[in-house]
């Protein structure tokens, strides 16, 4: 329904009802935040002209008020701090909404025949069980007992719809659901350290594959990310199955290797019986004193970005398969500018091959004078030495 579009629009670009009122009152229409209120609830309809001032003013194309989303969403969990209001984790649900479905037209588009593996969920009851659900997910996957380089891409290469959000760092952990009732889709905050978006998305894939009671779905889903991230077998090859101590500097080793946490490691040693939760007690005692709690140190260095949604984007609008209007009526801040590439101050190959023998060697003394100011490492790819 229009209202509904018309709400999401103002939510996205951050105004109140309040401010919108104002804004058309200054542009010469009669509005207040009862009537604006009206417009959202269907309870009214704005004249076509109040439509394109609206669509000015939420930096959005007039069409994006009449686009009726044709699907559904059932989330099933929400991971956010108190302190996130009730209209943002809306403002999230739409993103999410209208994102998936392009994400789903543009895969059955682009990829009619293309097949997905996501194991059905299961009842699960203790934590055992949800690291039996993990590592099924990494046979599934064909993971083995490596590393897992790039979670976020593995996960959409089988089919989960994975959705970037990177507002409200600190407040939004992750959201997920059902699309029409058997696609999953997840919701992640990139806006956070990669370790976190790692371990916050393999928790939202563990929510989509487990059925738990309410009041074990937390626990149970931080289990299973943390199996999923480092099998047990893993963790006692890496540890040893008892440890009377370890130093966080050798935890932040494994993160750097993982991908999980040093205190997503610190869970992970304790629910294995590796350490005990007394000496677990001691570690957090040292993650605090040296502030690490929110920002630890080890950087894990990778991407974790969703890319399938922009790359079919790029493709579909390329190959003439969908317009930039299309789009945009649905996500209107996508961003479609080509990248700045400064243009090369030196002559192409060919360029120089015209040339005559004078410029050609003018230019290649101007390339050697050039790079004699440059510093630079020469290494062996292979370590061997001529």
């Known amino acids: 329904m229009i209202g509904e579009r018309i709400r999401q629009a103002r939510m996205l670009a951050g105004l109140t009802q309040e401010q919108v009122a104002t804004a058309l009152t200054r542009a010469g229409f009669s509005a207040t935040k009862a009537v604006i209120s009206k ?36 989330w099933l969990a929400y991971r956010k701090h108190s302190v996130l209001p009730a209209k943002t984790q809306e403002m999230v649900k739409d993103y999410a909404l209208d994102a998936a479905l392009l994400h789903l037209e543009l895969r059955n588009l682009l990829y009619p025949d293309q097949s997905y593996n996501f194991p059905e969920s299961t009842n699960v009851f203790a934590p055992d069980e949800a690291e039996s659900v993990a590592q099924n997910l990494r046979v599934a996957w064909k993971l083995g007992d490596l590393p897992i380089e790039n979670l976020t891409q593995t996960a959409e290469e089988n089919g989960v719809v994975v959705i970037a959000w990177n507002r409200d760092v600190g407040q939004f952990d992750g959201l997920s659901g059902w699309c029409n009732g058997d696609i999953p889709v997840t919701v992640v905050n990139t806006g956070v350290d990669v370790d976190r978006r790692r371990f916050n998305l393999a928790h939202e894939l563990g929510h989509l594959l487990m059925r738990t009671a309410e009041e074990q779905s ?20 890496e540890l040893g199955r008892k440890r009377s101590s370890i130093t966080l500097a050798e935890l932040g080793t494994l993160k750097r290797r993982y991908g999980l946490s040093i205190q997503g490691w610190i869970f992970r040693a304790t629910d294995l019986g590796i350490i005990t939760r007394h000496f677990a007690t001691s570690l957090w005692r040292e993650i605090n004193q040296r502030g690490w709690k929110k920002s630890e140190p080890f950087a894990y260095i990778a991407d974790e970005e969703p890319v399938l949604l922009d790359q079919m984007l790029l493709r579909a609008v390329s190959e ?6 299309y789009v945009r009526q649905i996500l209107p801040n996508f961003n479609f500018e080509e990248p700045v590439v400064e243009p090369s101050q030196f002559p192409t190959p060919m360029e120089l091959l015209a040339m005559s023998v004078e410029e050609r060697e003018k230019w290649m003394d101007r390339s050697f004078d050039l790079g004699a100011q440059e510093d630079f ?10």
Request: hydrophobic share 45%.
């Open 39 to 74: 417009y959202e609830n269907n309870k009214s309809t704005p004249s076509a002209s109040m439509l394109l001032e609206m669509s000015r003013l939420f930096d959005v194309q007039s069409s994006y008020f009449l686009y009726e989303p044709q699907i559904e969403i059932e």
């Open 218 to 237: 937390e626990p149970l889903a931080h289990r299973f990310a943390g199996a999923l991230l480092v099998p047990a077998e893993i963790a006692f090859r």
């Open 320 to 325: 003439g398969l969908i317009t930039v209007d």
């Open 377 to 386: 490492e020469v290494f062996e790819a292979f370590g061997e030495e001529e």
